[in-house]
């Protein structure tokens, strides 16, 4: 394909953020994408979005990356997006295998994965770069220190987290002796009441920020946000624009803090695309086209303070069905009243 096309292979069919990622390549006109996408399992929404599927091993399987790269071949594939949180390690290790059949893997380096991925080192980084953020104990120091923290305190896993599972508010050494014995490997932070944000950032390969979109999670379910609002925030936006360059990311990545009165408060770093990447996309900021033109070395735009503040998302579910001969079925709804009345009335 030439410069004016270009195949995407996207992971994790079945995520809302892989959905994500096929709207922001196919609300623009720029490149001609063919989108390949993958999942280990083959009864997922976003199969039916893109031109092609294929059902692969588990991260943990050693044929994973074997068929990533067999697929990538076979299409020419010149971005690999991976959205799923438990791949990150063995394709970030596989970038130079990729990289040899012309295809950018979208991930920082290991170290930088294996850093945002264990929080307990996550929150040592924060510390040693001036960086605010919740004091944190790990499950031994806080199993020790059980008596004298400050409850309410909230209790999380320190490593693969992933959807707020076993995510608790502890409110007595009792509960939290029965959490740690329940959640292995897990750390303790003092509890934070207050508004959290999102800042959605990209990078290009030498973790130079082109864009950040700052959101309010204004409600959350599983982890993903499911109202949010961007704002604009130039303390955080200068503060996520200095952790990129210093934890080298590369591609995507979403950043977490609180509000606490005067305080901005950092409490994660992952470094992918965020479940609430369709806000991002509403905003003006297109990251999955521009990490495409990374990919495909295009002159790029840098996005930072040009994307529009006080955008509410308010989501809803929606459905594709397949029938029983396995094709797709893309309901209309007309949701919009002012469509809907105007197809009833009919022509004038």
Wanted: aromatic letters at 8%; proline letters at 6%.
């Amino acid at each position: 394909m030439g410069p004016d096309s270009a195949t995407v292979l996207i992971t994790g069919a079945g995520t809302v953020t892989c959905q994500s990622v096929i709207k922001g390549l196919r609300c623009q006109d720029e490149i001609d994408v063919t989108i390949v996408t993958v999942d280990a399992s083959d009864q997922v929404a976003g199969r039916y979005f893109s031109d092609h599927f294929y059902r692969v091993p588990k991260a943990e399987d050693p044929q994973f990356v074997p068929a990533l790269l067999s697929i990538a071949r076979s299409h020419d594939v010149r971005l690999l997006v991976p959205i799923v949180d438990y791949e990150f390690m063995v394709l970030s290790e596989a970038r130079s295998q990729f990289a040899e059949i012309g295809c950018f893997v979208a991930l920082s380096a290991p170290r930088t994965i294996q850093l945002t991925n264990d929080k307990n080192a996550t929150y040592g980084f924060f510390r040693q770069n001036g960086f605010d953020t919740p004091q944190t104990w790990s499950g031994v120091e806080a199993r020790r220190e059980a008596h004298a923290l400050p409850y309410p305190v909230f209790l999380k896993p320190a490593t693969d987290g992933r959807s707020s599972l076993d995510c608790y508010r502890v409110a007595c050494v009792d509960d939290l002796l029965m959490y740690l014995d329940r959640v292995p490997n897990a750390l303790v932070q003092e509890f934070v009441d207050g508004p959290e944000y999102t800042a959605d950032i990209l990078t290009d390969a030498e973790s130079e920020v082109l864009g950040v979109v700052v959101r309010e999670r204004i409600e959350t379910k599983g982890g993903v946000s499911y109202k949010g609002r961007t704002v604009r925030d130039d303390e955080m936006t200068r503060e996520v624009v200095r952790m990129a360059r210093l934890l080298r990311i590369i591609g995507p990545a979403n950043i977490q803090a609180f509000r606490q009165t005067d305080r901005l408060l950092f409490n994660e770093i992952n470094p992918r695309f965020s479940g609430a990447l369709a806000l991002t996309l509403a905003a003006g900021l297109n990251s999955p086209l521009l990490l495409l033109e990374i990919a495909l070395g295009l002159k790029l735009k840098n996005m930072i303070n040009e994307t529009q503040i006080g955008v509410t998302m308010l989501r809803y579910w929606d459905e594709v069905f397949v029938d029983p001969a396995g094709s797709p079925i893309f309901p209309e709804y007309r949701l919009d009243p002012s469509t809907s009345k105007k197809m009833a009335e009919g022509p004038s």
